[in-house]
């Protein structure tokens, strides 16, 4: 199993396996994290610092590091797959798309893979041959995401996507579509010049270069989350943060089991009636209880597609070959 393959304290850690002779389900046992990357950077009137948008870009790239060492492709990167602990841990997460990609023989891989925002251009325009450089691209546009609170590059379509990707990078030159080898015959209708400095004007000015490296238009450009951890905006002050000053939005005393207790202190005599009546209503579920959990296997048998936009506009699509 891939995830059985990673062990790093910025992957999320697979703890064991668990089953239910009743839904004849499997079940996945991690460690259990109290937020994820989301939550904390769309705290509305509150921004990231630099010192804390360096620690987490740290944590990312040094799992994003380890996952590549071992061969493995995350393919959907984004905040809401950063989930992180009490402590400030942030943990890479959702091993749901990622696939091997140095393999022998290699194979053409999906390119139906990483939510919109965060898709890498040469996925948008059919590539079946790609590398870790999806997975930095991923990354760059979260490190704008921390420094602004939002998503950079929202597009409702591929089309508008590559759009957006093209306004803030620049048109590619000519020979970038004979070097990439796309498929597509797509070129954008007029000529972009690239709008980091504008766009990233108020950022500081050690994280542009991270930043158009890692938002470069050819992947190979991108360089490896070893390269990037060495960027000189992670040697120049103000420095990264330690664990503790991360913000934090997690509390002890929200604990599920700590919050009904402190429901039991208020309302005894509720919850004193509530307990008579609990064996009678046992009772009386022991009949239902075969039938529920034979309808309900079927439910937690299902796995969610990842959000991503379903529309492929440039005209390509994966074979059935592909993974």
Not at 147 to 168: A, C, D, N
Request: hydrophobic residues 35%; glycine residues 6%; contains cysteine.
């Amino acid at each position: 199993m891939m995830l059985q393959k990673l062990d790093h304290p910025n992957v999320i850690k697979l703890e064991g396996l668990a089953t239910s002779r009743m839904q004849y389900s499997l079940y996945l046992v991690f460690d259990f994290m109290q937020s994820d990357l989301t939550r904390i950077i769309s705290r509305p009137g509150e921004r990231l610092t630099e010192p804390q948008v360096k620690c987490y870009m740290q944590q990312l790239l040094s799992g994003l590091q380890h996952c590549h060492e071992r061969g493995i492709l995350h393919r959907d990167i984004k905040a809401s797959n950063l989930l992180k602990d009490k402590n400030g841990m942030l943990k890479i997460a959702d091993f749901g798309l990622a696939n091997f990609f140095i393999r022998k023989p290699k194979r053409p891989l999906t390119n139906r893979v990483v939510t919109l925002w965060y898709r890498a251009p040469e996925l948008l325009l059919g590539s079946t041959d790609y590398g870790l450089g999806i997975d930095l691209w991923s990354a760059g546009c979260l490190l704008a995401e921390m420094f602004i609170g939002r998503s950079i590059m929202p597009g409702r379509t591929e089309v508008e996507q590559l759009h957006r990707i093209f306004k803030l990078c620049g048109s590619p030159p000519e020979d970038y579509w004979k070097i990439m080898r796309l498929p597509t015959s797509f070129r954008p209708p007029q000529h972009y010049k690239p709008s980091f400095q504008e766009a990233f004007k108020d950022f500081p000015e050690s994280s542009l270069v991270l930043l158009t490296t890692l938002l470069a238009l050819n992947p190979a450009y991108r360089g490896t989350a070893a390269s990037a951890l060495q960027s000189h905006f992670f040697s120049s002050s103000p420095m990264a943060c330690e664990l503790s000053g991360l913000p934090v939005i997690y509390k002890e005393e929200e604990e599920p089991s700590q919050i009904d207790d402190r429901k039991k202190l208020r309302n005894p005599k509720k919850h004193s009636s509530r307990a008579r009546q609990g064996g009678q209503g046992r009772r009386n579920s022991f009949s239902q209880r075969a039938k529920e959990e034979t309808e309900s296997s079927k439910e937690v048998a299902k796995i969610s597609e990842p959000s991503m936009n379903n529309g492929l506009e440039t005209g390509n699509s994966a074979s059935s070959s592909t993974s």
